[in-house]
């Protein structure tokens, strides 16, 4: 009988032993999971951001070219309206 309880003893550290394995595994698979689903995030995080950045840079382009439009179109204008109020005051002096 003394030979069967050492063999229930030893099965059931055995078994213990074989648990704490699993638990250890289950947890080392939760840690490796979270840490795949962080980076997984933050390379989704990374392509908005740069599709994001993408965008700005377009509209900022855009601005600017628009801008440098406007600038030439006022100093245009300017320029005409200059002239004419010249030929004005030419006018006037020789009347």
Do not use: P
């Not at 309206?81 to 005051?89: C, D, I, L, M, P």
């Amino acid at each position: 009988m003394a030979k069967g309880r050492d063999w229930r003893k030893t099965t059931m550290a055995v078994a213990k032993k074989a648990k704490a394995a699993a638990v250890a595994a289950g947890r080392q698979a939760d840690k490796l999971m979270t840490e795949a689903r962080k980076r997984a995030e933050s390379a989704a995080r990374r392509r908005k951001m740069k599709k994001a950045l993408q965008t700005t840079a377009r509209v900022l382009a855009a601005a600017g070219k628009a801008a440098v439009v406007a600038a030439a179109t006022a100093a245009a204008a300017a320029a005409v309206s200059e002239a004419r109020a010249r030929r004005t005051t030419k006018r006037a002096r020789r009347r």
